[in-house]
């Protein structure tokens, strides 16, 4: 299993621009989630998925939309892209059935810089 | 107040020392517990679950406390590898989402 992969693993943007970070899962896992995580802070969940054709917001989703016609991929696009949305961006799964199911399996992120 | 909360140290311990990280949380409804391990420009991966029991996973001891909404971990005879920043998460109000703390620095030193 490769478990949660992402790409691209680094990007660098100008303001305005768009562009898709896409996440992959091959654990057949119901939950999925995008986080964002700037320097020295928490992980920030932007948006998360319980299945496919169902998503929500998370704490902070403004400037991102996600879509989820697969259990296997959860892309995460930004439309217009800021100098706010710098930040390492981590996708990250869940089993659908386990006495843990907030257990959370994290890809190895994507560096992003908006300039 | 913070969903949780953590003192961001650094530690900085020697090898073989026993060093203990605690943690708070506000929503007295959680319960689902966890200290993730993140190492410098990398994903967070679980260290372990947190039961009420408490429970220890070799040199790793963690601990809750509801009654304080407190969660706190050991380590015993530090090694060089441990060297990371330790997460400590709890589930959030939506039942599904993670509330992740800024986390804990350690460097563990020869």
């Known amino acids: 299993n490769a478990g949660v992969t992402q790409t691209p693993k680094f990007r660098i943007l100008k303001i305005g621009q768009s562009m898709t970070l896409q996440c992959t899962q091959d654990m057949n896992h119901n939950y999925m989630y995008w986080y964002r995580q700037d320097p020295g802070m928490g992980l920030k969940l932007i948006y998360y998925s319980v299945g496919a054709g169902i998503t929500d917001k998370g704490e902070v989703p403004n400037g991102y939309n996600v879509s989820r016609s697969t259990t296997e991929d959860f892309p995460l696009r930004l439309e217009l892209a800021a100098p706010s949305q710098t930040s390492v961006y981590f996708c990250a799964s869940s089993p659908t059935s386990s006495a843990n199911y907030n257990e959370q399996f994290f890809g190895p992120g994507t560096r992003l810089t908006v300039l | 107040r913070k969903e949780v909360e953590q003192d961001p140290g650094p530690f900085n311990v020697p090898e073989g020392a026993t060093v203990a990280f605690n943690c708070t949380y506000s929503?007295?409804?959680?319960?689902?517990f966890f200290w993730y391990r993140q190492d410098c420009r990398k994903e967070p991966k679980l260290l372990m679950s947190v039961y009420s029991s408490g429970n220890e996973d070799g040199r790793f001891t963690a601990q809750l406390n509801r009654a304080s909404q407190y969660i706190s971990l050991l380590i015993r005879d530090s090694k060089l590898s441990d060297s990371a920043t330790y997460l400590c998460?709890?589930?959030?109000?939506?039942?599904?989402?993670?509330?992740f703390g800024k986390g804990t620095s350690l460097l563990v030193t020869p």
């Open positions: 929503n007295s409804a959680s319960q689902s």
């Open positions: 998460v709890v589930n959030g109000r939506s039942g599904y989402a993670l509330n």
